[in-house]
């Protein structure tokens, strides 16, 4: 029973694969073939699971295989599948070819045949063999390689296999004088009439950025611009990523967003610019629609190129984070008849990013829970609701903090065993043991989401958080400016401002604390009030102090501003504990003797 050649030709579901030559072509009733747009990572992925059809794959093996000494979250591989879904299963009646094993991983369930390369199969038919079944290239017959094995099945009478022998050679024969005169024009993409499946929502090319200073020298940074992003935005949760070999083949080209939109099936383009002028480097990058050639997006990057490295991460990481939210903006107002779970994913995820007040949270928990509803084994449905439950006990914005951290905790919990390499569910997981005043747990689980998620922004602050209650007060500020270098605009960007000023009035330097929160107030109304009301007391200006005293009283949901041994049990920011001796004898010192003076009693 011997493994599938790598050399060989595999036919199934109306497709051939030229494994050789890793292309991938339809057939149609006639026989002849056309090549199929497929990204290399879905290619790689079905070139895994036809040569072992019938056998069950696990994700790690899946993910080892497709990418290869890279860390990524495990939802570009549930992308991938749905990607290959949509290629393969097109008018399929039986359901998918590619079979789900929940917790474990992935089977093709069609049938597989092998024949040989098509030099193989003219030499066949000029020397007169081919009147059988499939015929391998020693003349012995090839059998059809059923679901649940890869050789031993009987072999089917002569009557029953020549009509799909001969339409494989056909297929064959014909296919390879079509690539190769497709070649010969110029034309790598040939559309094949009966794909008219809509792009995925979340799906985009980076096409590779312009050098405008023509210097050579520059190219291998340009270049590198489109490939960090290529692979930072795969990152994305539900983000379908066209690869970078296919998007490197419009280099120089000139053709239009929507022509590119309809060849590779996306619904948005990204493209940029690279100048150098001495030390200085210039990128810009702007977003497009691919159906309607608007420009939804555009910024510019500006930096030293002495660290050339540094500042292609920095660009790329700024990028990736703007893009991830302006992406799921723009689908989450596209609209939809009929909305399935990804819908009320991504709208809830808009309305996450309005901010934290009360109505925010309350808007993206009820579109969370009607994913949930319409799909109970949603991984991002599970660790989005759970977010949002313990985001909001945290922030003080509910009236059953104890019920939302426990249900949270039983529903991130699935998360983590159905996708244990995906970021947000550990962002998620750090979240709950935050509440729980158990931060020497959270911090691993933060560390685990950052090192799938590089540029997990709000994981940077959660950590930050975590480190202060655990007595390393020096990391934080580190922390939260990173935050706001990756994402100066983020719609959370109001509590990284917070947790600088807050560290500030913690080591006393009441100034810079209240430089710092006045900034964390303009951009997010409600968080910083208590913080202010503290440091305003501590300089002296107590008309303030009391303002921003009463109004955090009326944002709170859990009256915690009542008396300051209300607060001690609520803990900092929802967690139930001030931290680490040395760090609860600095609350005492500033932030408790602040509020003390703004009017808040002890008892």
Known sequence: MDRLGSGDVLLFERFRFDLSGGDLFRLDEAGLAAPVEIGSRALGLLRLLVERPGKLI??????????????????????????????????????????????????????????????????????????????????????PVAPDQIGGIPELHASRTRHRFWGGVIATVVGAFVLVAAVAVGIWYLPWPGDSHPAPRLSI?????????????????????????????????????????????????SVDTKQI???????????GTVRRSGNQVRVTAQLIDAATDAHLWAQRFDGDTRDLLGLQDEITNQIAVALNIKLVDAEAVRPNEHPDALDYILRG??????????????????????ALALDPRSVEAQSRLSGQLVQRAIIGVTDSAAADIARAEGLVGQALAASPRDWYPHHVKGQVLRAQGRCEEAIPEYEAALAFNRNAVNTLNSLSWCKL???SIEEIIPLEKQAIRLSPR?????FWYGAIGFVHLLQSRTDEAILWLEKAR???????????????????????????LAEARRLSGDNRYSS????????????????????RALFEATYFAGLRKAGVPDE
Not at 104 to 115: E, L, S
Not at 234 to 239: E, Q
Not at 524 to 539: F, T
Not at 564 to 583: E, F
Request: charge should be neutral.
């Open 58 to 143: 696990s994700k790690d093996a899946i993910m080892e295989a497709v990418w290869p000494r890279m860390v990524v979250e495990e939802g570009n591989l549930t992308v991938q599948i749905s990607a290959l879904r949509r290629i393969l299963d097109q008018n399929r009646e039986q359901g998918s070819c590619i079979q789900t094993v929940p917790g474990r991983g992935y089977r093709f369930v069609a049938p597989v045949m092998r024949v040989e390369p098509a030099a193989s199969l003219i030499s066949e038919l000029q020397s007169g063999n081919g009147n059988g079944g499939s015929i391998a290239g020693n003349g012995q017959s090839r059998d």
């Open 205 to 253: 090319v980076v096409l590779p950025f312009a050098n405008l200073g023509n210097d050579p020298e520059q190219q291998y940074f340009v270049d590198g611009v489109t490939e960090d992003l290529t692979i930072d935005l795969s990152r994305i949760a539900d983000m379908f990523v066209i690869s970078r070999n296919t998007a490197f083949t419009y280099r120089n080209k």
């Open 261 to 271: 939109g309809h060849q590779l099936r996306v619904r948005y383009v990204l493209e």
């Open 349 to 370: 995820r808009a309305a996450a990013a309005k901010g934290t007040a009360r109505e925010n949270t309350a808007e993206a928990i009820t579109l969370f829970e009607r």
């Open 469 to 471: 209650l655990t007595g």
């Open 490 to 494: 983020d719609p959370a960007v109001g």
């Open 522 to 548: 303009t951009v997010l109304p409600g968080v910083p009030h208590a913080y202010l009301a503290s440091a305003y007391a501590l300089g002296g200006q107590t008309e303030r102090a009391a303002a921003e």
């Open 564 to 583: 300051i041994a209300r607060l001690r049990v609520a803990g900092l920011s929802g967690s139930g504990t001030w931290g680490v001796p040395k760090v």
